[in-house]
């Protein structure tokens, strides 16, 4: 297992359009944390799933951004009709619950809506 | 939403300076406070978990401290090199696997 994988590294696209994200965790992983960080700021919580419930959502989440872990494996993150203020790092992180150990991140993807 | 601040938000040092940054986050409800190094187009990488008031860690030449009851923890880096440039953020976890990050201190080490 090499880690955290998130694809792709770096998305341009033009405001309006829709975007996809994808997360492969360490496999051996049950929870899975979504994070956005903007210029300046440090990585702010989005949303979380333990296999394939989601727990929890932010309240920066709106009704745009959907993210789904279909199988507790893999996960995506959809955000619809981009806006500039969308345009940030998008962080995935795994963990196993129980173990106290904290997160593993992904080298995150960087969305630029243009 | 809990607020985690670190600083300074920057740090220009020369090779073989010593230097230290903070992290402060609120004194009631810790579960643990994590430190993460995190170089450009990089995973953030796991430095420290601690968990308990008093803790000290240590890493090489970089080591942590945590006071749970004021609220803050150090991080320590002995005789900076350059490859000690990167972004240190700290995470403040009050309940079991929810974090709060600070927006980090970015470290430069000029040769």
Redesign the interface.
């Known amino acids: 297992d090499t880690g955290v994988s998130q694809d792709p590294r770096h998305k341009i696209t033009k405001r309006g359009q829709n975007v996809t994200f994808r997360c492969d965790p360490i496999s051996e992983h049950n929870r899975l944390y979504w994070y956005r960080q903007t210029l300046g700021q440090g990585p702010e919580f989005l949303t979380y799933f333990q296999n394939e419930a989601q727990l929890e959502k932010s309240r920066l989440l709106s009704d745009r951004f959907s993210a789904e872990r279909p199988k507790g494996s893999f996960s995506t993150l959809e955000i619809q009709r981009t806006e500039q203020g969308d345009s940030a790092m998008y962080l995935c992180a795994s963990s196993l619950a129980a173990a106290g150990d904290g997160y593993t991140f992904g080298s995150g993807t960087r969305l630029t809506v243009v | 939403i809990l607020n985690?601040e670190?600083s300074p938000q920057s740090l220009h040092v020369q090779e073989g300076d010593s230097t230290n940054f903070t992290c402060s986050f609120p004194s009631s409800n810790f579960y643990?406070l994590?430190w993460?190094r995190w170089e450009t187009?990089?995973?953030?990488e796991?430095l420290f978990?601690m968990?308990l008031n008093g803790d000290e860690k240590k890493k090489g030449r970089i080591s942590a401290t945590l006071n749970t009851k004021e609220g803050y923890s150090y991080l320590y880096i002995k005789g900076s090199q350059p490859e000690d440039s990167a972004t240190y953020?700290c995470?403040f976890?009050p309940n079991?696997?929810?974090?709060?990050?600070?927006?980090?201190t970015k470290l430069n080490v000029k040769p």
């Open positions: 985690v670190q643990a994590h993460y187009a990089k995973s953030p796991a978990v968990t953020l995470a976890e079991f696997n929810k974090f709060y990050f600070g927006s980090g």
